[in-house]
Each structure stands twice: as C-alpha cells, then as structure tokens.
C-alpha cells in the first residue's frame, strides 16, 4: 500500500490528562485495526492539575501555561501534516483537569483560536467509560473489575468481554476524585499517617469506594466467582502503571524478562505488598539503589498516594487475588470503542501477525493440531494449556518463517526475543504469557536452547518462567515439529501434499507420545537433508527426561514412514 493510500486510515488524537498532554496518530487500517498500530507518539509533561494551585490554593490555569498548551499543540497539527494525517481524523479531548478548571471555557477557546481545534470535554461518566474500553482493548479477554488511576480522579467499573461484546455496569463507571496527584495534596494537608486527620480521610476514601462498588451493581455471576475463588481487577492509569513497574522490579523473575507495563501479572499478595514498593521506591529516592526502569521522579512522589489507595482497596472491594496492569487508555478506548464487534472479538496476536503470513497458513496449523493430540489421561490439560489453544499455533505459522532467512548464528535468538524488542513488542492487547509463549515456540522451530548465545540464554531461562505447567514442554515439542515442517514446506506453500502426521498414545509404564512423519513421496524430491534428519532428531530429543522442565514432560517415539527414526537406509 501505497503512504498516501495508508495515511487515509490515520487518525490523530490529543489526550489533555491530568499529568500530562499525550498525542499520537494511530493506524486504523481494516487488516490491523484491531491491535491500534501506532504511528507516533509524543508526551508533553504539561500538568494540567498541578498548574491549578498555587500557595496550597486552587486558581485557574495560568496563561504562561496555557501558552505552552498551545505551542504543544502547534507542533502536534505540523506533525500531522507530515504524516497527511485528514484534518477531519483529528480529535483533541480532555479529562477531569480542564472539565474542572476555573477558566475552563476561556482556555477551550484560546485553543480553538490558536489551533482551529475544538475541545471535547468528557463528562466524567464517559470519561470512565473510555478508559474502561481501554482496558478492554488491552487482552483478549476481560473478566472482573476495572480502575483507572488519573492525576486528579478515579474510575471503577466492572467488565465482561466475549466475542467482542463489551458489557460493563449501565452506569459506566463511576468516577471519584482520588487521582494520584490529588491523593498527594489531601495526604501532604492531613499530616503523618497516624495522625487522626489522615485516619478520617482513609475512612473517606474506603466508604466512597464501598458505595462505588455497590452503585455499579457488580453482576452475579462475578460475584460468585469472588465468593468462590477471587475475582481479577484490571488497572490503568499513569499512578497504577508506575505501581507496577516498581513491581516488576521486584519480581522473584530476576531481570524481569518484558519491559512492557500492558499484560503484567501479579497475585493479591504481591500487589498489597505497599511496604515493600515504598522501600523499594525509598532507596532509589536515597540513591541507595539504581532507578527503576520506567518509574520518574513524579511517579516516585505519588508511590506513596498509591499506597494509601491500595490500602483502601483492600478493605473496600470484593476479594482481589489477580491483578492485571493495562497500557489502555483514552486512546485506545476512544479507538476500540468505535470498532465494530467483529472487529473488537479478533483475536490480537493473531491479528499481528497476518501481516507475515505464508499462503497456506490452514494446512499448516491442521498439521501442528494433529501434533499436539492430547494425551489420554488428560494429564496436564488444564485450562492454563494455552499452547493448545487453535489461535495461538495459527499465530505461530503465520510468523514461523519470519526470521528464516536470517543466519543460523541470528535465527533462533531474534525470533526469541520477537515479542519483547522486536517484530512484536508493540503489538497491543497480549499478556506477557502469550508474548512468553509465541517466543518460546519460535525459538524452538530455529534450534531452541543450544542454538543460540549465551546472553540469550540466561533469557531464555528468565521468559519460560512466565509459562506455567507443561506449556513449556509442548512448546518445545510443537516448535521441533514446525521445523520439521520448515524442512518440508520452506516457504510456507503447500502446493502439494508431502508429509502426512499420524499421532497417538502408547500406555506402558507411562504416556508415550508416537508420531509418525509419513512422507507422502520420495523425500529427495523436497530435500532430504542433513537439516530435515536434524529437525527429526530434535523431535525425538525433546521427549528424554533430560529435555523435560521441572520433571514434566512426555517420552516421544518418532517413526518415519513407519519405522522408527534412523532405522531405514535413507536416514
């Protein structure tokens, strides 16, 4: 596609936060939509709310402030010519910090002035609604409560999606001012924490959040699910994203192997943990320690507002026991919430990589589905099997020959490291485990462990870590076959039928796993080589119990034509 026949899906938008002015310019394309690729990205740390006081007081936005606004924005609409981004894809919307500000109609029309831009204001319903979407835009899947932590304000809501139908509380969400700059000001005027002005406002803060709670009519069926197991509770905003980098950094994963906030998962335990985030925070502000990656020094000062509101959470929500952290906000949920249902239900790594897809992507992923045939106890198939999962082998095929035609020394360490820093870091709406997981399977299909450095192996060490159970096993299994079907099919054009798999379970002692190459002719006619005997072996190596993880995996027979691997003459 030609650049000036792509700029036409581009479309501009000014976020005016509480903390800062965020733009950017998003690819709205019909093929990727889905995951709002990003064009660009700009931030002017321009606080809004903090330039509303003055000597402890509230005042309206000064004008030198409003003139550096300006100018911001002056940039931004040059930047959008550059990128022929059409005048009427621009949007500049702003949040509680101008809805509330003293001046706010004259500092709306100062810009329209200066800009040509009008301002939409969010009433503060919708403005919870957006950041809900965000959220939503932000997994595959939303199943429990939602907050957005701003400067100046709160939202909480609770959240359903499946099949790309958002549901969340009629009401939308509702909004409180606890942002995390605000929190700083009432904390800093109530004086030590165990002082009894400090003590009244925690008593604020927990009743209003209990009252939000009840007025958002959290349904039934979440319900339940927290009487019986714990409900999950997903965070956006700067002041939670700042939480949970810090904790990121104190991850028992040491180094943390993703450095991207959006798909970050902890448990209650971690996340209540305020002592510990605030020490850590403590001796970076001391320089006792190095700073923590992604973590400024304003979000330094608001750790402790934080901390008081997770504090209050814990006293004020249902039982919390899975936190996800999101990157969603009023761009992404302005975005998702203007997709079309269908558009909204594809699922994101899939969608990421259909750019790099072979054309014959089906017949591929019909022969890795043949592969992974479940063992008949069922031993090990719980749902946190997600390398079963038929969307993410399609996602697999589709970007298993990206990185072949790279040298061998480079081929399985890039393809490692694709979902953290390269092809796929910036695809939006995955967790870490699928990043961990697509890794792993691309880095097997080149070799795996012994093909690549040792910098990288220390890596891969630190990204199996995230996939839980046997996924680790079956990926390595699964992405030995893909290079065997690598061998097979070199570029991902089934032009004719060659090889046949024929799976199933021997029971002796233990699970065997059998798998049968069946090569549907003469294999010299497409290769057969010292790599493709190599992929066979690798195959049969990954079923000895030295290659297993943890002491789980499965013993794998490999037979060719029958016979088993290195039998027959031409092995």
């Not at 889905?34 to 064009?39: Q, Y």
């Not at 304000?153 to 606890?178: A, C, F, H, R």
């Not at 959290?218 to 997903?234: F, Q």
């Not at 040491?254 to 510990?276: R, S």
């Amino acid at each position: 596609m030609l650049a000036a026949d792509k700029s036409q899906y581009y479309h501009g938008l000014v976020d005016m936060g509480s903390n800062g002015i965020r733009f950017s310019i998003t690819d709205l394309s019909p093929s990727t939509q889905r995951i709002l690729p990003t064009v660009y990205l700009d931030r002017a740390g321009i606080s809004l709310y903090d330039a509303q006081w003055e000597a402890g007081y509230p005042c309206p936005i000064p004008q030198s402030t409003i003139k550096h606004v300006i100018q911001a924005l002056l940039r931004f609409k040059s930047t959008c010519q550059d990128f022929n981004v059409p005048p009427s894809q621009i949007r500049i919307v702003a949040t509680e910090a101008t809805r509330k500000a003293q001046n706010s109609e004259d500092f709306c029309s100062q810009i329209k002035e200066d800009t040509g831009w009008t301002v939409e204001l969010l009433p503060k319903e919708v403005e919870g609604r957006i950041g809900a979407f965000g959220v939503a835009s932000s997994y595959d899947s939303v199943r429990g409560l939602v907050m957005d932590l701003g400067g100046g304000s709160t939202q909480i809501t609770w959240m359903i999606t499946e099949n790309g139908d958002v549901k969340m509380s009629e009401k939308g969400s509702v909004s409180l001012p606890y942002g995390a700059a605000a929190l700083t000001k009432h904390l800093e005027a109530s004086g030590h924490h165990h002082s009894q002005q400090s003590k009244d406002f925690e008593h604020e803060v927990v009743q209003s959040l209990k009252s939000a709670v009840k007025e958002i009519c959290i349904p039934d069926e979440l319900l339940e699910e927290a009487n019986k197991k714990g409900l999950s509770i997903y965070l956006s905003g700067g002041g939670f994203r700042g939480w949970g980098f810090v904790l990121m950094s104190q991850h028992h994963i040491k180094q943390y192997p993703i450095p991207i906030i959006n798909g970050f998962h902890v448990t209650k335990d971690a996340f209540h943990d305020t002592e510990t985030v605030q020490l850590a925070v403590k001796r970076v502000v001391e320089n006792e320690t190095p700073d923590i990656f992604r973590v400024s020094e304003r979000r330094a000062s608001q750790v402790p507002a934080v901390a008081f509101l997770v504090n209050c959470l814990s006293q004020a929500l249902p039982d919390i026991v899975d936190i996800y952290f999101s990157q969603g906000g009023v761009r992404e949920g302005m975005h998702f919430a203007d997709q079309e249902r269908s558009v909204r239900a594809l699922d994101p790594l899939v969608t990421a990589t259909r750019l790099y897809a072979t054309e014959s992507v089906p017949e591929l992923v019909g022969l890795l589905v043949a592969a992974a045939k479940p063992p008949p106890s069922g031993h090990g198939l719980s749902k946190k099997l997600r390398v079963l999962s038929t969307s993410l082998l399609e996602a697999f095929v589709q970007a298993m020959y990206i990185h072949a035609a790279l040298s061998k020394d480079l081929c399985a360490g890039a393809a490692l490291r694709s979902t953290t820093t390269g092809f796929f870091a910036g695809v939006h709406g995955i967790s870490h485990e699928q990043r961990a997981l697509l890794a792993l399977l691309l880095c097997e299909r080149y070799g795996g462990f012994r093909s690549i450095s040792p910098t990288e192996q220390d890596f891969y060490r630190r990204i199996i870590q995230l996939i839980p159970g046997r996924n680790v096993w079956w990926c390595r299994y699964l992405g030995t076959v893909a290079a065997v079907l690598g061998h097979v099919y070199p570029a991902g054009a089934v032009r004719e039928e060659r090889l046949k798999l024929k799976v199933q379970w021997a029971v002796k002692k233990e699970e065997v796993l059998c798998i049968d190459f069946g090569f549907v002719k003469d294999a010299s006619g497409f290769g057969w080589n010292e790599g493709l005997q190599g992929a066979l072996r690798r195959v049969k190596k990954v079923g000895k119990k030295k290659n297993w993880v943890d002491g789980q995996g499965f013993k794998v027979l490999v037979t060719v034509d029958g016979y088993e691997h290195g039998e027959k003459e031409n092995d």
